[in-house]
Every structure is written in C-alpha cells, then in structure tokens.
C-alpha cells in the first residue's frame, strides 16, 4: 500500500489533467493550451517516439501508464468523475497524438484495428458533389473516406464538417484525428465503466479507497524545492530586509499574513508557520529569520520572543526536535488544512474570507479594481475554484507582462513558456510574478522552468523598497 502511495504522488498525471480541467474551465485558446500541455508533459510525463531509440522508452511508457490506470481507479467511482476524466484524457491524447510522427500516428491506427469501412471509389464518385460540398467547397480528400457510425463522431456532425446518410459519417482522412480521438473515447468510457462495476468487489474500504478518493477530489501539488541556501547574486545572502520589496510579488495569502504582521506586530502559531515556511522557500536563511521574526514582532519583549518564538523558528528549519526539513506548504495543503479562527491570518483568502472582505481585500491590498475580474472571482470562489480565483488575479496584475511573453512564445522568440501553467504553490505565484516583473534576468540566469524544478545557481535579481539594499537572489 505504501507503494501505491507513493505512485499516487509521484505519478503525477492527475497535475496533466487538471491543467487540462482549469484551461477548458476558464476557456483557454488551443493554442494556450497546446503550450501548457508542452511544458507539463516535458517536465512530468516526458515520452519519446518508438523511433528515437531512447534508453528510457521502457522507464517513461511504464511510468505514463502506471498513472493511466491508477487514475482510472480513481476517477471510475462517480458518472461525474468518468465524464471529467475521459474528457481530460482525450484532449491529452489527442496532443500526444498530433504531436507524434507520421509513421507512429499509421503503425499505432493500424495496430488497433478499427472497424472503419473505407468509401469505395465508385461510393465517393458518386458522392462527389456533396463531399466537397461538407467539406467548405474544397476538392475531394485524396487520402480517401471512411464511413462510421454517426454517434463516433458527434463533434464533427456537431460542427457540420462531414457527409451523413443514412447514420452513417463519411469522414476524410484529414479528419482521421477526430475518429480516433472518438475511438479513444469510447474505449476509455467502456472500460471506466467495467472499473466502476469491480470497484465494489475489492471488498476494502480502510486503505486503497481513501487514497482514491483523495486523488480524485483534489488536485495534486507537485512539492516545491525550496531550500535554505538561496543567495543573492551579488554574493549576499537574502536578508529580513529584502521581505519588504519582494512582498509585492506575494499571492493573496501571504499578502494577508505579511500585512497582519506589520500591522499587529504578532501573527499566531498557523499564520508563523504558513509564512515562515513560505519565506523559507523564498531563500531566507535561519539567522535572518530570527531578525525577521524578531523585528517584525517589534512589541514583544526580547526574552518572551527568546522563549516562545526561537525555538518554533529553529524548528522549522530542521534545527530542532525532530530536525525535519520542512517544506513550504502548497495551496492543497493551505486550503484542505485547519482553517483559521479567531484572530488568525493564515489559510487562503480566497477560500475562508467572505464575499465582501474577499472583494475588499483584492481591492485594497491586491490593487484589483476591475469589476469582471472581481466578478469572475466572486464566480470561481462560488465553484470552490479557489486556485483558480487566484490565478485568474494572477493573470489580471500581470496582464501586461503575461501578453508581452505570449506574443514572444507565438513568434518563436523563446518567451518562458512556464508562465502559461495553472499556479498551485505560493512559491510558484512568487517565482512567476518575479520572472514577469524581470524577464531579462529569467533568458539570462535560467530560472524559467517553474516551482519545483528549481536548480542550484538558479540566479534572480530582486526588487527592494523599505530599508533594503538591493541586489541578486539565487534560487535553489
Ligand atoms: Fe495562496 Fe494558493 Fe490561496 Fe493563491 S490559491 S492565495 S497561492 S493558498
């Protein structure tokens, strides 16, 4: 069991999938799309062609399907969660598709048999006039027609692009994609529903089914590198005296926690921890913590912060008890974990403000003025598509840098396609929201890569205000 758990979490399919989810849901472009697809199959699910003669094809196809069939379990339990899977699963196929090899996209149809009859010449002479006539008024398809049942291929009945008589489709082989795509579909339906059906039958309820479910009803955060031994450029450590200027590239959460701290000069246990390991994550070594945490809580005597806040500092860098290293927490974990109470500032606004303070905070604190935008996150929150609220904030403070990086990806210019991905960590919003604000730093120090896969002698520059020197960071 414990290894399935682990597959669980490292096969991260389900990330792929929820990429999918929130592009379809918050209407991305194709070609948007087909961007952030790139980037997370290269980073999660890389595979190579038959052709390539990799020595990892074996390692990459048991890995690809290793997490196929372990969200099959999961998403098989509900009608919605089949429909939401399948749907998500086919979009990816159908990259994956596209972008193989022409002699791979033959030898993979022909290994699969379809039952598609092909239109004889005499049928498509005969048919002549109203082939060309679905097909916009082009010639007739060289590469011949296949004929099928019309429900395989609802969307292009859908769109009017096919001949249909008689329940039957006559689909051109420039179409070919759609067909298989629809074969797909129906296959993986068939079989969601076979799994669906045994589900009951594993006769176990305490062990594989929590991890199922847990699978299918969030997301899954891939964990953040962060590290403690992120410098400066210059050589200098990130300082207590950075924090000010770096805050205003800070996502809603840490927005709040940073402006409670200035403001009552305390922040509670959550709320410590919450920031303290976002700030960790950041760069911040454990004796400028102590100074960040000891100037921050201005009002405290210095023997009482000695006593109650020393050693809780020291242990979350590993440095106490347990000396576990832990890590910043992910928006999964922020949003599923205690919510916070009675004066405490940690959690996620988007998730346990109400409605008006939401709207009041974004206004105020997070400069978002604009009524769709604030309408749009009153419609994510009211999904419970918190992560999403926060994104779509995301896209709307860097509209300007978002669109000068697009329009550089589209004209091959190389522009950090990592932006184009659905933020899931705190530290990623951070990361992101500094590579936009300095894109000439991210082509010269190569930090573009997204949270998480951050590498020794990552290099970024940072923004000071308030007190701060100025200068570089590394970043881990
Ligand atoms: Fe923070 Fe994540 Fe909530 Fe955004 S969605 S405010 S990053 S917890």
Known sequence: MQGVGRLLIEWVCAIVLEEIETSLYRNKSPEELKIALATLLKKYLHLDSNSSNSAHLHEQRQKDHYSHFILRLAFARTEDLRRRFSKAEAILFKHRFESDDGSERSKFIDSLEFDWKPVSSEEK???????????????????????????????????????????????????????????????????????????PRLDEDDRLIPILNHLSLGFTAPEYNASSELSLLSGAPITAADVEGLSQHFPACMTHLHRTLRKAKHLKHFGRLQYGL???????????????????????????????????IRHSYGLEGQRKNYRAKSCQQILTEAPPGSGEAHGCPYRHFSPENLNAFLTQQMGVKDPPVLRGVTQDVAATKYHMACNRVFEHIHREELRKAKEL????????????????????????????????????????GGAGTRRAGDRIEVDTMGGGSGGDVEMM
């Open 125 to 199: 002479a005969a048919l002549s006039q109203q082939l060309i006539a679905t097909s916009g008024g082009k010639k007739l398809d060289d590469g011949g027609y296949f004929k099928v049942d019309w429900e395989r291929v609802p969307d292009l009945v859908e769109q009017r692009r096919v001949y249909v008589r008689a329940g039957k489709v006559y689909v051109p082989l420039s179409l070919q994609v759609s067909l298989v795509v629809a074969e797909f579909t129906k296959k993986l339906e068939d079989a969601l529903d076979l799994t669906a059906r045994a589900l």
């Open 278 to 312: 976002f700030l960790k994550g950041l760069g911040l070594s454990v004796e400028e913590a102590l100074t960040f945490w000891r100037t921050a809580f201005s009002a405290t005597p210095s023997d009482k912060f000695d006593k109650e806040y020393r050693y809780n």
């Open 409 to 448: 990806s589209s004209s091959g210019g190389g522009g950090p396609p990592a932006v184009f991905e659905t933020i899931i960590h705190p530290n990623e919003y951070f990361v992101r929201s500094w590579e936009l604000k300095h894109p000439e730093a991210v082509g010269k120090t190569d930090v573009g």
